[in-house]
Nanobody, 131 residues
Framework: VQLVESGGGSVQPGGSLKLSCTASGLTLDDVVIGWFRQVPGKEREGVSCISGSDGSTEYADSVKGRFTISSDSAKNTVYLQMNRLKPEDTAVYYC?????????????????????????WGQGTQVTVSS
């Protein structure tokens, strides 16, 4: 399994960015896939995830109403549209998936993947929000 992220960059507060994560070695329809972010010196934070089987989604409270996760089965790619970005959104964003995760999108996915002992992770893409 390989996950390749793209779309990070620098933007002013209030701006938008769209991250992409293209997966190989699995089919998004069969898994829950999502995004974490991490700032140096802080714990990794679950941002959002989406279930390929039923399209259910989950968001961290800090990004609800501003971020939207979606997926394109034909491209085997998951997206994270980030609007109204804030300086506190600055972090390295990682795409993650565990093909053996048994449930649908939800906070338990954040807890399980966040342990960092299972699953696959992308290389990360930097998002910087600054004026």
């Amino acid at each position: 399994v390989q996950l390749v992220e793209s779309g990070g960059g620098s933007v002013q507060p209030g701006g938008s960015l769209k991250l992409s994560c293209t997966a190989s070695g699995l089919t998004l329809d069969d898994v829950v896939i999502g995004w974490f972010r991490q700032v140096p010196g802080k714990e990794r934070e679950g941002v959002s995830c989406i279930s390929g089987s039923d399209g259910s989604t989950e968001y961290a409270d800090s990004v609800k109403g501003r971020f939207t996760i979606s997926s394109d089965s034909a491209k085997n790619t998951v997206y994270l549209q980030m609007n109204r970005l804030k300086p506190e959104d600055t972090a390295v964003y990682y795409c993650a998936v565990d093909p053996l995760y048994p449930g649908n999108a939800g906070s338990y996915w954040f807890e399980t993947l966040g342990l960092g002992v299972a699953g696959y992770w992308g290389q990360g893409t930097q998002v910087t929000v600054s004026s």
